[in-house]
């Protein structure tokens, strides 16, 4: 009755494992979604790791309100992405907590206002990188004096956007001007660098210490691993005209509508997320007289390897499919395919196997 991550638990361990034990420094990061597995899971999952010697010392979270749902699970340290800032969820920290978490800070005068909050604060200063989201420019880094000095630095963070090309030499105009403010770190927190990238930088900065955090690559990097599926729940047969759904649409020809589990509460789009969307294709698909052709949409569900068509956009929990005549009907009861994007769905269920 739902839509489930499977999870083939060897192979998924088998790759947490390899990837910890290749990428030295690793921060773990569950944040959202948990990318699909849920916070709690990722964080006795990097517990897991630790416990096994692998390092993994580290787990970052997006937000403040995450803290809550991981620090019971993992017993290190809990960098939170999200920069602090002097009002919100980032005054409001456990402080059972507080000598746990580790703050990023995006402006100089955040850290004159995290340390008067709490003069023993733990912070990483964010230099703003192309990516132009958070972070202090050269010139903010060199205004902040001795207050470096308070509270304690556990290094520089620098989030750069996903690969297009190297980021080396970005990182390496940063890392200068981290030299030049004379800070008192030689703690660099990375995203999105690639292995070859990391290794070069290290051959580069061996006395820094560098530290990637890495979400997607970690948790879905074994694609293999996962499958999601969804349930058949109903079927029913129409003839060409016959009347079905909340618009009262009539079936253009004749086939079964499939009800199925997910729907927009899962995060069930009205396309999925990859495959052939070209003007070429589209073109070809009218020129058969296809069902798009008839206002029908891509679903990310598939039958027998065959993605189909919504036959109108999903409901909250669940969606209708149109399965033309001709092709193999399932039964109530059938699990399916469905492609989502990990980090937008909401499972009822994750089945580690
Ligand atoms: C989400 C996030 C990451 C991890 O990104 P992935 O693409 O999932 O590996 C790293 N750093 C920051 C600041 C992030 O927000």
């Known amino acids: 009755m739902s839509l489930t991550l499977t999870v083939d638990g060897e192979r998924w361990r088998t790759h947490l494992r390899a990837l910890t034990e290749r990428t030295p420094g690793l921060v773990p990061v569950a944040k959202g979604n948990g990318y699909g597995f849920g916070l709690g899971r990722l964080a006795r999952k990097t517990q897991w790791l630790r416990d096994q010697g692998l390092g993994a010392d580290t787990l970052a979270v997006g937000t403040y309100h995450e803290l809550a749902e991981v620090a019971s699970r993992f017993t290190g340290d809990l960098l939170v992405l999200t920069p602090w800032r002097p009002f919100g969820a980032a005054l409001d920290v456990d402080p059972a907590l507080a000598g746990r978490v580790i703050h990023t800070v995006s402006r100089p005068e955040d850290l004159a206002a995290l340390l008067t909050h709490d003069p023993g604060a733990r912070y990483v200063l964010e230099l703003v990188t192309s990516m132009l989201r958070h972070g202090m420019t050269p010139r903010g880094l060199r205004s902040l004096g001795g207050l470096t000095d308070r509270g304690r630095l556990e290094g520089v963070a620098l989030h750069l956007p996903l690969a297009q090309g190297s980021h080396l030499s970005q990182v390496q105009r940063l890392l200068t001007d981290v030299v030049a403010a004379g800070l ?62 909340y618009r009262s649409r009539t079936a253009p020809k004749s086939g079964h509508l499939l009800v199925v589990s997910g729907g927009t509460a899962h995060g069930i789009g009205l396309e999925a997320p990859t495959g052939d969307q070209s003007l070429k294709s589209r073109a070809a698909t009218l020129a058969r007289g296809g069902l798009d052709a008839v206002g029908f949409v891509r679903s990310p569900y598939s039958i027998d390897g065959k993605q189909r068509l919504f036959a109108e956009p999903p409901h909250m929990q669940a969606s209708m499919l149109f399965l033309p005549s001709g092709a193999r009907v399932p039964s109530v009861g059938d699990e399916i395919e469905v492609r989502v994007r990990y980090t937008a769905t909401t499972f009822d269920r994750v089945v580690v196997a």
């Open 184 to 245: 008192p770190t030689r703690t660099i927190w990375v995203s999105h660098l690639t292995p070859e990238e990391l290794e070069r930088l290290r051959a580069s900065y061996a006395d820094f210490e560098i530290r990637p955090r890495i979400g997607t690559d970690l948790w879905l990097g074994d694609r293999q691993a996962l499958t999601v599926t969804a349930t058949v729940l109903d079927v029913h047969a129409v003839e060409r005209g016959d009347v079905f759904g």
